[in-house]
């Protein structure tokens, strides 16, 4: 099953716990080989296993593609509890940047509302390992993070 999901060309819902029943469909992971992007989709209701098995399977994609862009879409789950987020900020970014080791361009496609909600606690250290920075811009829409993600790099970071 693991090779099934690790293969790129398919966009596969990870199951998350053995109780398949419980929380399929809430997590798609794919790495989009034409335009070099994570693709990440979270849906419905996340309880706090399941964000911490669902970024550790995330850290399995990041490991093999270390993707410098990433779409991540938020838009149909239900919000997180404040330490899940908070967790995902303090653990799993700074990891992935370790990981990555270069900067890391992350669309993220949010219901209206959600983003100052996001962010506000951070103190910013959270995005950076060494030189290099977790860049996150939001968005409404799928085709703006899109569009944003194929920027040329050093035109997105001020170059």
Do not use: C
Request: proline share 3%; glycine share 4%.
């Amino acid at each position: 099953m693991m090779h099934d999901i690790l293969n790129s060309n398919v966009s596969v819902p990870f199951l998350l716990d053995t109780d398949e029943s419980l929380v399929e469909n809430k997590l798609w992971i794919h790495f989009n080989e034409h335009t070099q992007t994570l693709e990440i989709t979270w849906k419905g209701t996340v309880a706090s296993h399941e964000v911490r098995e669902g970024y550790t399977l995330i850290l399995d994609f990041v490991q093999r593609y270390k993707p410098v862009k990433w779409l991540l879409d938020l838009q149909h789950r239900d919000k997180i509890r404040r330490q899940d987020q908070r967790w995902v900020f303090t653990h799993f970014f700074p990891e992935a940047l370790r990981v990555v080791k270069n900067d890391v361009f992350v669309a993220t496609i949010l219901p209206v509302g959600s983003s100052h909600e996001l962010v506000h606690e951070l103190n910013g250290d959270e995005l950076i390992q060494g030189d290099s920075f977790l860049i996150i811009n939001h968005f409404l829409y799928r085709e703006a993070a899109q569009r944003w993600l194929e920027l040329d790099k050093s035109v997105k970071a001020g170059a």
